[in-house]
């Protein structure tokens, strides 16, 4: 998913900037760590994108998820279709405690590319979109999620995390914040 | 402030031509983006791509993938490229768009993932999971189209990432 900007094209080399996407921070992981934490997030941008690599350190598929400003009550909603090389599959994930981003394997490193839209918006609930998955030469999964998180507070915290084990090393997330 | 979201290059094309390559990409970078739009000079060709001039059997895909009446989920493996599309290939009339992450296109510590998604209004919208087997930094992407060749006004365009 690229952001919902207009971007130049240009023929010329060298670096253009494009003021509108701005890299807020980013987390390599060296040492294994079972979550990681974007926090103190400015409430000056209009979305945010989270973009990443990462494998589990827990063996088979492990489920990527995050938490917004600590909120582990049942407020989330998860949906998405999927396609695991055999069938697409459609599911949902209802009153959850945390918000459903991809499906990961201990056996590679896998990305996904997530939008968390109108984040500081005070006026509604916050939804969030993924694009994520992995494949193994065999085997492997395509996720297309959509989240909700039923609260209208601004985001100013995200916290992602495993569903057994932890990141591995040479995972990388970054948080980029797009004007509006 | 330093540039995050940098065009690096751009190919409009003013005659049709059976491959568009970007070359010599820096590893300056954090991710890649390419965006296109394309179209074929006739038939209905399936559009591929591959990286680093690499054709070994180093590729694999997953997809999920909609027609308006069928859903579809494959995969190839052990591929010497990738695909850009499944079920319907281009057309010689109506665009077909897509977009491709590289995420950490530039580590040598890892193999090479990617996603893309893709769509066309008349045919098909979908995604796929690719695998690059090779920690080598990615510098070239080759898109092709083996049994016909991309029309005039096809687009590629190529975006760097750089994160803080």
């Known amino acids: 998913m690229t952001p919902m900007l207009g971007i130049m094209a240009s023929q010329i080399s060298g670096h253009l900037s494009i003021p509108a996407y701005e890299s807020i921070s980013t987390v390599t992981v060296s040492t294994a760590v079972s979550s990681i934490s974007f926090t103190s997030i400015p409430a000056t941008y209009k979305h945010l994108q989270i973009r990443g690599i990462g494998k589990p350190t827990a063996a088979g598929g492990q489920e990527l998820y995050f938490t917004l400003n ?15 090389g055999a069938s697409a ?3 949902s994930y209802g009153t959850t405690s945390n918000a459903y981003i991809t499906y990961w394997s201990g056996s590679e490193f896998g990305s996904f590319v997530c939008d968390i839209l109108d984040y500081s918006n005070t006026n509604k609930n916050t939804t969030t979109r993924a694009l994520g998955g992995h494949d193994l030469n065999g085997s492997g999964y395509i996720l297309l999620r959509s989240g909700l998180w039923m609260n209208t507070s601004a985001v100013s915290t995200i916290n992602l995390f495993l569903s057994s084990g932890n990141f591995a090393q040479y995972s990388q997330l970054a948080l980029y914040g797009i004007k509006g | 402030m330093a540039s995050t979201y940098t065009p690096i290059a751009t190919t409009t094309l003013s005659s049709s031509q059976s491959t568009v390559t970007f070359s010599s990409i820096s ?3 954090t991710d890649l983006v390419v965006v296109c739009s394309m ?7 399936g559009p591929t791509f591959k990286l680093n001039n690499d054709s070994s059997s180093l590729y694999s895909e997953t997809t999920v993938n909609g027609n308006g009446s069928t859903t579809y989920s494959g995969r190839n493996s052990n591929a010497s490229l990738m695909s850009l599309y499944w ?18 296109y530039a580590n040598t510590s890892v193999y090479k ?3 893309s998604r893709f769509s066309f209004p008349s045919g098909e919208v979908g995604a796929f999971a690719y695998l690059y087997r090779s920690t080598s ?8 189209v083996p049994t016909s060749t ?4 096809s687009t590629f365009t190529l975006y760097g990432i750089l994160s803080a």
Do not use: C, E, K, W
């Open chain 2, 27 to 29: 590893g300056s970078y």
């Open chain 2, 113 to 115: 993932t990617m996603l």
């Open chain 1, 70 to 84: 600590g909120d582990t009550t049942s407020n989330y909603y998860s949906h998405q279709l999927y396609g695991n």
């Open chain 2, 150 to 153: 991309y029309a005039v006004g």
């Open chain 2, 39 to 45: 179209l074929a000079t006739s038939g209905t060709p």
């Open chain 1, 89 to 91: 599959v459609a599911a």
């Open chain 2, 137 to 144: 930094a990615i510098n070239r992407i080759d898109f092709s």
């Open chain 2, 87 to 104: 079920t319907a290939g281009l057309n010689t009339t109506d665009p077909r768009v897509l977009t491709i992450h590289f995420q950490n």
